[in-house]
């Protein structure tokens, strides 16, 4: 899957298959001109978490603002509820599911298996002390 691909899938995921999904999990029960909708809601959350982890309520309003997203930080806390969290689970569960499904890499190596299973992606590096090469005698 090319960026670009990648680009149009989020675009897609993120805007109208956003309040598709909002509506459909009881996030988004009325549609007001200028209120929160699936789209805005996912791309404050995603976009502000993106720019700094560990991101305050405030600073979340600020980037609902560049969502096109007027709202107060009151107003974000009470949009956090079961069925933020059921929304925000189905546009994970869709972005994940359309990711993945990509062409097979052309790698010679593999081509000898039938299936290669992805279980766990986890990285973890540490520095070696001592160089563990066998020692010519």
């Not at 809601?41 to 600073?59: H, I, M, P």
Request: charged residues 20%; aromatic residues 8%.
């Amino acid at each position: 899957m090319s960026v670009s691909q990648i680009e149009e899938a989020l675009r897609e995921i993120m805007g109208p298959q956003a309040d598709e999904l909002a509506k459909k999990t009881g996030f988004m029960r009325r549609k007001r001109k200028g209120g929160v909708a699936g789209s805005n809601f996912v791309q404050t959350l995603v976009f502000g978490w993106l720019a700094k982890g560990n991101v305050t309520v405030g600073q979340l309003t600020q980037m609902a603002q560049n969502c096109h997203l007027t709202i107060t930080g009151s107003g974000l806390h009470q949009r956090l509820t079961k069925e933020a969290a059921e929304f925000l689970q189905q546009v994970l569960a869709k972005t994940t599911s359309y990711i993945m499904k990509t062409e097979a890499a052309d790698i010679p190596v593999f081509k000898r298996f039938q299936a290669i299973i992805l279980e766990d992606s986890t990285t973890i590096s540490f520095l070696l002390r001592y160089d563990l090469r066998p020692q010519a005698h």
